[in-house]
C-alpha cells in the first residue's frame, strides 16, 4: 500500500514537472506583470515605464530569436498613442497586423483612428 502511494506521488510529480517544463513559442518577458499593475496598480505602471520596459522586452526577444506573442505590438501601439506618439503607434498596429492577419479588422480601427 504504502509503494503504491509512492509510485502514484512519483507519478504525479513527473507529470507535473514535465507540465512546468514546457515552453512558449512567443516571448512573453515583463508584458504580463504590466498588464496586471496597469490595471491592479497603475501608480506602479507609468505609461513611460511599460513602454520602455516593452522595449526592452522586444529587443530581449529578437536576442533570443523568438517571436513576440499575439497583443503586443497591438498595446505597445496602445501605449504609443497614449504618450501622444502616434507614428510609433501606427508602426506597431501595422507591425501587429502583419504578424497576426487575424488582428486586422481591429489593427485597422486603430489606424482608422489615428488618422481622424
Not at 507540465?19 to 499593475?37: F, Q
Request: net charge negative; proline share 3%.
Amino acid at each position: 500500500m504504502k509503494s503504491a502511494i509512492l509510485y502514484a506521488g512519483l507519478a504525479a510529480t513527473l507529470v507535473l514537472s514535465g507540465c512546468a517544463g514546457s515552453k512558449s513559442i512567443y516571448y512573453w518577458g515583463h508584458y504580463e506583470e504590466n498588464l496586471y499593475d496597469m490595471y491592479i496598480a497603475p501608480d506602479n505602471a507609468t505609461v513611460e515605464a511599460q513602454v520602455e520596459e516593452m522595449e526592452a522586452d522586444f529587443e530581449n526577444a529578437r536576442a533570443a530569436g523568438k517571436p513576440l506573442h499575439p497583443g503586443f505590438q497591438a498595446h505597445l501601439g496602445f501605449l504609443y498613442f497614449q504618450l501622444g506618439k502616434f507614428d510609433l503607434a501606427r508602426r506597431s498596429f501595422e507591425s501587429e497586423k502583419a504578424a497576426f492577419p487575424e488582428s486586422a479588422v481591429l489593427m485597422d480601427r486603430f489606424i482608422k483612428k489615428l488618422e481622424g
